[in-house]
């Protein structure tokens, strides 16, 4: 059983368009996260939910919007997608809040490609 | 401010000893963990440190020095899977240093 499964796995699409990432987490962890690892590798924390509830945000446009319906899931909708969108989407969980000590589960990526 | 820094790139050869280092500056901190990216791959954890000194684990260790904002990544009888990114990461909103790429030539 894969512990962090996102879909889809490759998108392609064109500048201006609405797309969403899903994520979902069997492990029983009350966190989740979604990174973004631009073409430099740099990998950026975007979000983090704790138990449905929003506790990092990090300077992302408003074009970014996570929804997370219970704790088990985390989903990332992006609009009016632009060209430095482009980039490998992340989604992680871990069972501690920020000050713990939980280590990151990731899923395998969802490579997204703007034209 | 929140800063993380590490080598971009280091080059070693199959069989031999690499320390990879991340030097950070956060406002809060809980500790460090060290995390490996194969190319294409999702990052896996390696290893955590909370506390001053050196954590073992295998052919990988790593050092944390809390006073001078510092950790290493010791990696000992390189091997070619060894190649790979390395990724420091201050537990404090989780945020990731550059990443190190490391080649290991035969």
């Known amino acids: 059983d894969t512990a962090v499964s996102q879909t889809p796995k490759y998108l392609v699409t064109q500048m201006g368009n609405d797309k969403s990432i899903k994520c979902e987490q069997n492990l029983g962890h009350d966190t989740m996260y979604w990174y973004k690892q631009d073409s430099k590798k740099f990998l950026k924390i975007m979000f983090s939910y704790n138990n449905k509830e929003l506790i990092i945000n990090e300077t992302v446009p408003n074009r970014f919007s996570p929804k997370s319906p219970d704790k088990a899931h985390l989903n990332l909708h992006i609009n009016s997608l632009e060209l430095g969108d482009s980039a490998v989407y992340f989604c992680a969980s871990s069972q501690d809040r920020l000050s713990g000590t939980g280590e990151l589960f990731f899923g395998e990526g969802s490579r997204l490609t703007v034209l | ?106």
């Not at chain 2, 290893?47 to 000194?53: A, P």
């Open chain 2, 1 to 106: 401010g929140q800063n993380i820094d590490q080598p971009t790139e280091m080059t070693a050869t199959e069989g031999a000893i690499v320390q990879i280092n991340c030097t950070y500056q956060t406002s809060g901190f809980n500790g460090l963990f060290w995390y490996q990216q194969h190319a294409g791959e999702a990052p896996t954890f390696l290893s955590y440190n909370v506390l001053d000194g050196l954590e073992e684990k295998g052919r990988f260790s790593s050092f944390l020095s809390r006073s001078k904002g510092y950790s290493y990544l010791l990696l000992k009888e390189l091997q070619m899977k060894d190649s790979a990114s390395y990724l420091c990461a201050a537990n404090y909103k989780y945020i990731f240093g550059t990443g190190t790429r490391l080649k290991v030539l035969a």
